[in-house]
Every structure is written in C-alpha cells, then in structure tokens.
C-alpha cells in the first residue's frame, strides 16, 4: 500500500478526475471514513495520511514537507491532475499543491481553512495553543488531546454535551496517535512556504470552495474570509451549527456538497 512516502488509501472507477483528500491536523484519513463508500461508489478517490499521522510513521530526514510528501504520493499514482479537498491543516497543504503545480488542481475545498492559511493568532488560538503547550511539557498527553479537542471539535462557543461523544471519541483516537507518532522524533523542522500562502492567493487558478463552521474559532473565521476575498471567483458555504470538522458533524451533507462541487467544477 505504501509505495510512496506516506500511506494511502485509493478506490473508486477510473475514468474522471480523482479526488484527493488531505486531513485535519488532529485527524488522519480516517476521518474520512463517512464519505468513503458513497464517494468511491462513483468516483476514483485517494486519501492519504500525512506523515506524522495515521500510519506514516517515518521520520524526515530533513524539514518535514506535506506538499513534497503529497506530490511524491501522487506521482507514483501517475495523478497529474485532480480535485484537491482539505481540511483544516489539509486545506493549508492542498493551497500550497495547487501553488508548486498549478496544472495539479482541478479544483480545491477547503473544509475549513487551516494550516497555513491561519493568519490571525486570535485569542482563542493562543488560549488553545498554551494550553496543549503546557500539557505537552507535562508530558500528559491525555491533556494535550483533550485540548485539542475542546478547541477544534467542541469549539469556543459550545460545551462538550453538544457535540455526539462517538465524534469526540473518534477524534481522540486520531489525534493521540499523531502525538504517539511525532513525540519520539522530537524536534523536526517543518518547510515554510515561502511567500506565504496568504500573500499569493491572487496567484491560485483553480476553482475553490471554501467551507466554515459557525462554531470554529475566529483565526479561522478570518482565514476563510481571507481566502474567500483572495482567491478569484472563490465560493463560500457557512453551515452554522458545526465547528471545525464539518465532513464529521454533518456527513452526509458534506459528501453531498462534495460530489456536488466536483461535477460543477
């Protein structure tokens, strides 16, 4: 399965142009779980984890590169053309996929913004990112993954008995693997893109759909205003009554916005 850097899963007829999903940072592909049947059904489809997630486990031997790592995985798929979906640190990786190689990006959704389409350190990022921080320097990884999931599942304006607890559960296995994966590494050097992303959105050709939850955090909120002023022509949906990961509070809704986006685009 692993011919490439990282470990994928591919599915679904030949003849169109693949879909390729990119996950959220406290995620890995698993989170895509609920739309794989019903996408696969009728379109070719290739989800990968990151590495550093799910089951890429192996370290880099330089600067960690998701955009290098991606377009290793899909060449040796022979994809040189496809719809380019993300979520969150995902929609991040696929802006900069559809920047490295324009002719690669069909079309782009960003489900929500995130990565390195995060500009604004609001005070709700920085009271997530001190408290994960300060869990992970106890070495309580329990604490870091419950920080992570209160900001980004449950989300600012909500309390964790409004969100299902087989999503939070579901989470929590995802994101403590991540941190089971990277915690031996130590310190990696991740690539910074360089401009960054959000200075060079003019310079994004495909078509792009961003997505945002009326309950996700105001750095993100600023992101997909951002994108959605930044990239030409770029579309905007608001669900209102999810967080940060829209595909899993709203599955089937999700897909259908997804099959819907790709046969438009």
């Known amino acids: 399965m692993d011919h490439a850097p990282l470990a994928f899963d591919r599915a679904g007829p030949s003849g169109d142009l ?28 290739v989800r990968v984890d990151l590495r550093g997630f799910g089951e890429s486990t ?14 290793a995985t899909l060449d040796s798929l ?28 069909a079309s782009l959704l960003l489900a929500p913004p995130g990565g390195s389409l995060l500009v604004e350190l609001t005070p709700d990022l920085r009271d997530f990112i001190d408290a994960e921080n300060e869990a ?31 999503l939070l559960d579901r ?21 910074e893109p360089d401009p960054p992303v959000h200075d060079r959105l003019s310079s994004i050709t495909a ?4 997505l945002l939850g009326g309950h996700d955090l105001e750095t993100t909120n600023d992101a997909a205003h951002r994108v959605g002023n930044g990239i030409p022509g770029a579309e905007r949906v608001d669900w ?8 899993l509070e709203r599955p089937d809704e999700f897909l259908a916005l997804l099959l819907d986006w790709v046969d438009r685009a």
């Not at 192996?58 to 377009?71: C, F, I, K, Q, W």
């Not at 992970?136 to 964790?160: F, M, Y």
């Not at 209102?240 to 595909?247: F, G, K, M, Q, R």
């Open 207 to 210: 078509p792009a759909l961003v």
């Open 18 to 45: 693949p879909v390729v999903l990119v996950h959220a940072g406290i995620a890995d592909r698993r989170m895509w779980d609920p739309q794989w049947a019903g996408l696969t059904a009728s379109r070719d489809a």
């Open 78 to 105: 022979g994809i040189a053309r496809c719809h380019l979906v993300g979520a969150s640190l995902g929609s991040g990786v696929v802006a900069e996929l559809s920047l490295a190689r324009p002719e690669l990006a």
């Open 240 to 247: 209102p009554d999810v967080a940060h990961l829209p595909s």
């Open 171 to 191: 989470v929590r296995v995802m994101q403590r693997r991540a941190f089971e994966i990277q915690e031996p590494w130590g310190d990696v050097a991740e690539a």
């Open 136 to 166: 992970l320097e106890r070495e309580d990884l329990h604490a870091a993954v419950e920080a992570n999931v209160s900001a980004w599942v449950v989300g600012p304006s909500r309390q964790a008995s409004d969100v299902p607890a087989e």
């Open 58 to 71: 192996t370290r880099p031997d330089g600067a960690m590169s998701h955009v290098d790592d991606v377009l």
